[in-house]
C-alpha cells in the first residue's frame, strides 16, 4: 500500500492524534492568530492549515519531534514543497462511474476503457515527476517520497498491471476461475471473443444439473442458459476489472491527496521561520519536556505579531520561568506590555506543539493537552448575558475541557465587577484550576489578588485602607504557588533614547494605576489651568 504522511510518523499515531490534545475555540481569536494573514506572513491557506491541526494539538513528543525534522529538511528544500503542490494537481482522481451490465447499456468493455485511460494519465505524471531535493533529505518519510517517484520499481509494476488491463481489454478474452458447491458452475471456465451473439467455449464442464448415484446429467453448450451464464461472467468479471482498477488509482491518488493537505501547513511554518530571519531574528528550535509536570521556561521571546510589522532590535524581547510556580499573576502599567507578552507566550507554546521554531532565544516546555484563553471581550449585543455572567459561562465552559498539565490564558477578566468582589471570584477560580496542576498565566488589574497570593507581603509607607491590605491568602491545591509578575518601564539607549516595557518578578506599587490614568487623561488639563 502507497501511504506517504507528513504529519504523524506512522498510521497508528495518526489515529492516537485524533484524541490528542485540544485547543479552546476562542485560542485562535484570542492569541490574534489571524493578523498574521492581515500582515501578509500567511495566505489564508496557509493559516486555514494551521488552524485545522489546531484541532487536534499535537500532545505526543515523538510526533512533535517528527514534525520538527521534517521542517528542518523543508527549511534546506524551500523550493521542494511548490514541486509537490504541482504533482499533486496534475493527478485525476475522477474515475469514471460503472455503467450498468446489462442491455441496453453500452458495452461494460467501455468502462474498463476509461479506468485504463486514468491509469496511464496518472502514470504519466509519476514517470515524469522531478522533485528532486536541492540537499540532502534526512527524515524517512521525505527520503520514501523522494525514492518513490525518483526510483523505477513502483513504475513498473504500475506499468506492468496497466499492460495486464490492456491485453484483456484487446482480447476481449478472461479467465474466470470460481469456486463453487455441487449444483454451481464446476471448476474453470475459458472464455475467448464473448460478445452479444456468439462465444467459443475452449474448454467445457458446464452446470452440473443434477447429481446421482450412477452419473451427472449435464447442459449442453449450445443451451441458452448456458450461454446467458456465459455472457452473466464476462460482464461481471470486467466489472470486477473496473473495481479493481478504480482501487488502485484511488490508492496512488489519495496517498497525494493526504500530502496536499499537509503542504499549506509545512508552508506555514517555512514562512514564519523566513519572517523571523528577515527580521534579524534568529529562532530556536523549541526543546520538549517530558511530563506535565514539567516547567515552562524561555528566554527572549518575542511577539510574534510585532516581529511581523518591525524588526527585532526595536522590540523588546521577554524572558520568563514558572519553576517556582506554575501560576503567574501579571499585574503592571496600562499599556504596559501586559497582553503582548501573554499573547506571545501562548502562541509560542502553539508553535512548539505544531513543530515549528519559536522567535525566542531558547524555549521549552511540556505539550499542554488543552490550551484555553479566557480574555474580557466587548459585550455581545445578541446574547442573554452580561459581561460578567458571560465570563462566568465562560469558564465553566473551559472547565469541562481543562486536564491535568493544560496551559490557560486569562487577560483581564473580572474588570466589569468592583475590586473586592472581582478578587473573590478570581481567587476562587485559581482555587478551582489549580487542582489540575496547570500551568496558568493570569494578567490581570486586581492589585489585591496579586496582595492575596504573595508570600511576605511589602511594608506599606502609608496605612492601607480596608479593600488595599487583606489577610486573605490565596488558597491553592498542594504543591502549588503563584508568583507576580510586573511591567518594568525603562529607557533603552541603542544611538536613540526610547522607554519601554519588560515582564519581571515584583509586586505592585501601591496606587501607581491610579496615578498613571490620572496623569494619562487629566493631568494636562489641571495643569494648563
Known sequence: MIWFDLLYPSEEKHQEGKTGGRAGSRLAHDLQLERLVDDSVLSREEFNGVCQELEYLPV???????????????????????????????LKNSVPTNRNIWPPAAPVYKNLEEHINVLEANYHVISTANLGAETKFRTDALIRLEEFLGQNEYKDRLREIIGLLREVLAAGAVRYRPEYTVGQVMESVEIQGVSRGSFH??????????????????????????????????SKTIVRLCDFASKLNSTVVNAFKRLMREIPYY??????????????????????????????EFKDLYSVHLLARMPADEIQSNSYSNREGRIAIITGHNSGGKTTFLQAAGTAQVMMQLGFFVPAASYKAAASPFIGSLYAGSEDADTIYGKLEQELVDIKTMAGMVKEGSLLLMN??????????????????????SHTHSHMIFV????????????????????????????????L????????????????????TRKTHRIV????????????LFDKYFGTVLRGS
Request: charged share 35%.
Open 477 to 496: 491545591a498542594d504543591g502549588e504557588h503563584a508568583v507576580n509578575y510586573v511591567t518594568e518601564q525603562f529607557e533603552e539607549t541603542d544611538g536613540k
Open 60 to 90: 505526543d513528543r515523538e510526533v512533535i519531534s517528527f514534525r520538527q525534522s521534517i521542517l528542518q529538511d523543508l527549511i534546506q528544500n524551500p523550493h521542494f514543497l511548490d514541486k509537490c503542490a504541482d504533482f499533486c494537481k496534475r
Open 444 to 475: 490581570t488589574h486586581l492589585k489585591c489578588l496579586a496582595d492575596m497570593a504573595e508570600d511576605e507581603k511589602p511594608e506599606r509607607e502609608e496605612k492601607p485602607g480596608p479593600d488595599s491590605d487583606r489577610e486573605a491568602r490565596l488558597e
Open 412 to 433: 483581564e477578566i473580572f474588570a466589569t465587577t468592583s475590586e473586592r468582589e472581582g478578587t473573590d471570584i478570581a481567587a476562587e477560580v485559581l482555587h478551582a484550576f
Open 505 to 516: 518578578k515584583g509586586h505592585p506599587k501601591a496606587g501607581i494605576f491610579e496615578k498613571e
Open 201 to 234: 467455449v475452449m474448454k467445457e464442464t458446464g452446470l452440473l444439473k443434477k447429481a446421482v448415484i450412477d452419473r451427472d446429467y449435464l447442459i449442453p453448450a449450445d443451451n441458452i442458459i448456458l450461454f446467458n451464464n456465459m455472457d452473466e461472467i464476462y
Open 267 to 296: 508552508r506555514a511554518g517555512i514562512r514564519l521561520y523566513e519572517m523571523y530571519c528577515r527580521q534579524g531574528l534568529r529562532p530556536c528550535l523549541p526543546q520538549v519536556e517530558e511530563g506535565y509536570g514539567a516547567g515552562m
